[in-house]
């Protein structure tokens, strides 16, 4: 914790964010480090939720607490992904659950392992745009489409597809830059892309 303060004191961040995968267990140490640093705390979570084709399976939803409201609809859905499901399963929510609990969160469309990503990598572009939609009527101005950049293949072969979907759905999208660092820092706007941090305030 005390490397990423430090970062952010030393590059003059004013926020930072993290995204623990299916549970909250480091948001509490994070935010007490941030705060004591003047830092805006972001708290996130990959959530994951059922594969609409096939049985068994989950797609991963990066969320982030925009406000309060935000924070305790987090904590509502990441606690529904243990106790509000068949014993067994892993954990996970519905689509129903983000229905009910989707106010004042913003949603990232996630990597290759996305529902999005898995259908244009797939070939099936009418479902991810289907999908994409969804998520769009969902969160409105809440939802950022993510590249990423770490090396693989399937990101090159997504990030020409998910700029051309971020055009042709007027959904902002975050810069590769924002995603291969150990934080989300706050940047200055860019056409069409985003501004993380102004998205908080």
Request: charged content about 15%.
């Amino acid at each position: 914790m005390e490397d990423i303060t430090s970062l952010c004191k030393q590059y003059h961040m004013p926020a930072v964010a993290i995204c623990d995968r299916a549970n909250l267990f480091g948001s509490l140490e994070f935010s007490k480090a941030c705060t004591s640093k003047g830092i805006q705390p972001i708290i996130g979570c990959i959530v994951s939720l059922p594969h609409p084709n096939k049985e068994g399976q989950y797609w991963e939803l990066p969320l982030y607490a925009q406000n309060e409201n935000g924070y305790q609809n987090l904590l509502k859905l990441v606690s529904d992904s243990y106790t509000a499901i068949t014993p067994g399963l892993a954990p996970h929510i519905t689509w129903e659950n983000l229905n009910a609990h989707h106010l004042g969160l913003i949603a990232f469309t996630g990597g290759s392992e996305s529902l999005v990503g898995q259908f244009l990598l797939n070939n099936q572009e009418t479902d991810a745009i289907q999908w994409l939609q969804s998520l769009h009527t969902l969160f409105g101005d809440r939802l950022y489409i993510e590249l990423s950049r770490h090396g693989r293949e399937e990101e090159t072969i997504l990030e020409s597809y998910l700029i051309d979907c971020a055009y042709a759905q007027h959904i902002p999208w975050l810069p590769p830059i924002m995603l291969t660092l150990p934080i989300v820092p706050c940047i200055q706007r860019m056409k069409h892309s985003c501004v993380f941090h102004q998205a908080l305030t």
